[in-house]
DNA sequence: TTGTATGCGTTATCAT
DNA sequence: ATGATAACGCATACAA
């Protein structure tokens, strides 16, 4: 593989000119940088990037966290990451780590041993404070609202959304309120709960244990706990269910046996995903694909800019009033 | 930063005995061994991949096509990709290119550039012609049948599953057969169209232009298509959709005017998504995360073991019988 | 406008 | 078992 040394020599020119030809610098004769443009052209010749990156300190990548990207949450934050990074022509290291802690210190490790210019956080199993640790080495922004840490961050109020939900279904006259939750790994489902837990208490409706539907992460899951809310004694006359895609699976198999949406049941969805605009879900859209393109401005900002000056970004949510409530 | 040098000195050390310590090479000795692991320790020493990356010629990099993550289809495969790298400690690089001809030619560059050690093709729009050219500076692998090329590939028989979709169909004794496909970019709609129109010619079963429903990519599109083949005066008995969320889309619009299905109308799906299992949709499994997994571990291998010859590896589909047609 | 010399941080080679 | 030194391919400060 030829290398810019032996581009020089056949050219008949220094070193530092094809450099600068090759980035763009001014300062060179229109014929030389033909000379060197040719030589190139000859003999097939690219850069090794990776001594670019060496004694430059920069690699243009930046990695992603996240669990699981099959799910419709990240991969919608994962396109907006995605769309970003290809209009700043940056580089994207996925980083599927099933939400295992030793997974995900070994790519903040990445970002120590120069690999990665900058991570973003979608969702991880670490504590802020092991993630702060890491900021010494490169920009780090988290998808999830950690406080006012020394990384930044862009989040959706999820605990504020979700209050808002609730409210909104009490205005309409529901009090009989259940819950149907994701995984418990993620940050968010914890805060979620509690907003719901506190908004019940705060409003006195009550609050029942059965009602509260965990691990519902399908479709599959979601007509489950349909069927489970069927055998109860005392049913609540709403519920909230965190994804659209559950709501969905609540829905179906609900009116499978009969049962009328909203008069008998009222669903509440979340994430406003293509299958609850089919199913005329009344649901909580969280700008999922604005919260990737969002983080991925930022870390770029701060990998230009060297500005360690954490950023905090909080998004809008609003609910999306169809016909299940 | 403290580079490996800095640890000899004051480890009292040459650089060769810290890089043979980082490499876990042996001929060093206890004691020797044990100064530079503390020294390391002290100093929050990492190596600098960068300069390992330009030595050795290898980065543990390898670059994913693909032309959007938040499709199912695209984010299953990458589920299977995510999980073998993560197995084999390599790291993937997600590049989203939107079928972009240059942005993929891009990625093919890095590995010129030595970016990376592999490219992974989910799905392109370059000709297999173009991809061979770059099977020079390191392996490659489709996902796609493209014949036997100079680069690997690893690919559901698209052709001969749809073919036994459509048998499947006809021996139900459904003879007026309409067909709903996805974006028209990818090589493999290509391949399902002409798998129905021949089938359909040498079945002798009738052909009509509008039972030929093209772009349907979304739950949405599927419902349209449902409305648009309610106002025909002439209808299909059935329809093989590409994708069970726009089948599901059809199906529930259907059911909505009164459609029976499969009494009125016969639904086949394809791909076995979540969402057809949930509304029984019979559908071709055509396991695409195994053909993700699969394309990893050939490439892993083919870096590995730097054999360029490469692999045509078919995978197996199935009919998946539930209550559609 | 151009070139020389140095450095980036590591591994490989070879000698001892 | 250990170390001195070259090599990887490029960018850049500085000199001209």
Not at 18 to 41: C, E, G, M, Q
Not at 111 to 132: C, F, H, M, Y
Request: glycine residues 6%; hydrophobic residues 40%.
């Amino acid at each position: 593989m030829a290398n810019i040394k032996e581009i020089a020599r056949i050219a008949g020119v220094s070193v530092t000119t094809v450099s600068r030809v090759l980035n763009n610098h001014p300062y060179v004769s229109k014929d030389k940088r033909a000379a060197v443009l040719d030589t190139i052209d000859q003999l097939n010749y690219t850069r090794n990037m990776n001594a670019v990156h060496l004694i430059t300190g920069r690699t243009g990548a930046v990695a992603v966290i996240l669990p699981f990207i099959n799910f419709f949450y990240f991969s919608i934050v994962m396109d907006g990451l995605a769309h970003e990074a290809l209009l700043a022509q940056y580089r994207l290291i996925l980083c599927q780590t099933n939400y295992s802690p030793e997974e995900e210190l070994k790519v903040l490790e990445m970002l120590r041993n120069k690999e990665i210019d900058g991570v973003v956080i979608v969702s991880t199993a670490l504590q802020p404070e092991v993630i702060e640790e890491y900021t010494a080495y490169g920009p780090i922004v988290t998808c999830q609202n950690s406080g006012e840490r020394r990384f930044s961050s862009v989040y959706i109020e999820h605990y504020a959304a979700f209050r808002h939900g609730l409210q909104y279904l009490i205005g309409k006259g529901y009090r009989k309120i259940g819950y149907c939750e994701g995984r418990q790994n993620g940050s968010s489902s914890s805060i979620r709960q509690s907003a719901f837990r506190e908004f019940l208490a705060e409003n006195k409706l009550p609050f029942q244990e059965a009602w509260m539907i965990y691990d519902c992460m399908t479709e599959e899951h979601g007509a489950a706990a349909a069927r489970s809310l069927l055998e109860m004694r005392e049913r609540p006359d709403a519920v909230i269910v965190s994804g659209d895609h559950v709501a969905a699976g609540l829905i179906i198999e609900s009116r499978k046996h009969g049962l009328r949406i909203p008069e008998d049941l009222a669903v509440m969805g979340f994430d406003n995903q293509p299958i609850g605009r089919l199913l005329e879900i009344t649901t909580i859209d969280n700008q999922l694909y604005e919260m990737g393109a969002s983080a991925f401005r930022i870390i770029h900002e701060q990998i230009r800019g060297d500005s360690t000056l954490p950023v905090y970004r909080k998004l809008a949510y609003r609910i999306i009033e169809r016909s299940t409530v």
